[in-house]
């Protein structure tokens, strides 16, 4: 007689071993594809931002360890208008490394890199270890009027550096500031532009842009004294009760 109770357990265990197998070969096959993810000698990982024009990844180098973030910006679909903003964002970055340590660091750029099988331009800049202020905000909370304002006075500092070296970056807001061994940095800088305070270079910027909602109806550098008090109002967290 044929023990059923037996056979059923069998075919379960030898089900589950097959289910376990299929499992583990996804994973190892996944794996293997972000293991396979690079650009030159780092090592692409965690997806850290995604838009429409590119991707940013936590990288580490193969020999080193070292790691960093990239910005890969694709060139299919580019515009003029894209390419301009590119410029400008590497200018600005460039230009305000030495002057500030609240701006995240550009390490590299790179005019010909690829992403799987897409051509991009690759942006290497420091990692950030505290993330966002905008997804630490959601976690902790509201802050003391302290913090908030030993933050606001180092968005000031930056803000200032910038202007002195006749840069606006037209787009501050709580997620593109991050924070790194608890100092903040001001990040993507795809708005920023050079001006000079005469009437010719301020006319040229009274297109509107930036963040919708949080914009004022110009783009002069008074643009990023409005967005600064917009970042310290608009998130319950960020001012003091």
Not at 55 to 79: L, N, P, Q
Request: glycine letters at 6%; hydrophobic letters at 35%.
């Amino acid at each position: 007689m044929v023990n059923v109770t037996a056979t059923l357990h069998h075919i379960h265990s030898h089900s589950l071993s097959l289910s376990l197998y299929s499992l583990n070969s996804k994973l190892s096959n996944t794996q293997k594809k972000m293991t396979d993810l690079r650009c030159g000698d780092w090592i692409l990982g965690q997806v850290l931002g995604e838009g429409l024009q590119g991707k940013v990844y936590r990288a580490t180098h193969c020999r080193t360890g070292e790691t960093c973030a990239i910005k890969f910006v694709f060139k299919d679909g580019m515009s003029d208008k894209d390419m301009k903003h590119l410029k400008n964002e590497i200018k600005a970055m460039t230009m305000l490394k030495s002057k500030t340590r609240h701006v995240v660091e550009i390490l590299e750029f790179e005019e010909n890199a690829r992403l799987g099988t897409k051509d991009a331009f690759a942006i290497r800049t420091q990692l950030c270890n505290g993330g966002e202020l905008f997804t630490y905000l959601m976690y902790t909370g509201r802050f003391e009027e302290k913090l908030a304002r030993t933050f606001f006075l180092q968005l000031l500092s930056c803000v200032e550096k910038m202007h002195e070296n006749e840069f606006v970056h037209r787009d501050i807001k709580a997620e593109n500031i991050l924070l790194h061994d608890g100092i903040l940095k001001l990040g993507d800088f795809g708005f920023a532009r050079a001006f000079c305070d005469d009437h010719a270079s301020l006319k040229k910027m009274q297109t509107q842009c930036g963040t919708y909602d949080r914009c004022c109806n110009h783009s002069t550098h008074t643009l990023d004294a409005h967005t600064q008090t917009r970042t310290l109002y608009r998130y319950p967290g960020i001012h003091s009760a």
